[in-house]
């Protein structure tokens, strides 16, 4: 990951969004990581597996509840599903 000054991202933008295609920029500030740039192929990606794993941590929950079930059977029986 390529690292520049906030100052250098402001000059370079457009030039930077195209390098961003190949690889995450930081953005420094006051000698300190405050910002990634990077594709939006990349940030899609991101987003996938955030939800991917927000996923798994509900069926992890739901696994782990310990109320008693009803059968579907008598859920239908009793909204007259039959």
């Given at each position: 990951?390529?690292?520049i ?5 402001r000059?370079?933008?457009?030039k ?9 920029i930081?953005i ?11 594709s939006?192929e ?5 987003l996938?597996?955030?939800e ?8 992890e929950?739901?696994?782990r ?12 029986k009793?909204?007259g599903?039959?």
């Amino acid at each position: 990951m390529k690292t520049i000054s906030l100052s250098q991202a402001r000059n370079n933008l457009v030039k930077l969004i195209d390098k961003a295609k190949a690889e995450p920029i930081v953005i420094e500030s006051d000698g300190k990581h405050s910002a990634v740039l990077i594709s939006t192929e990349q940030f899609e990606k991101f987003l996938d597996a955030q939800e991917e794993l927000e996923d798994i941590a509900a069926i992890e929950e739901a696994t782990r509840d310990t109320e008693p079930s009803i059968p579907w059977e008598t859920v239908k029986k009793e909204l007259g599903i039959e």
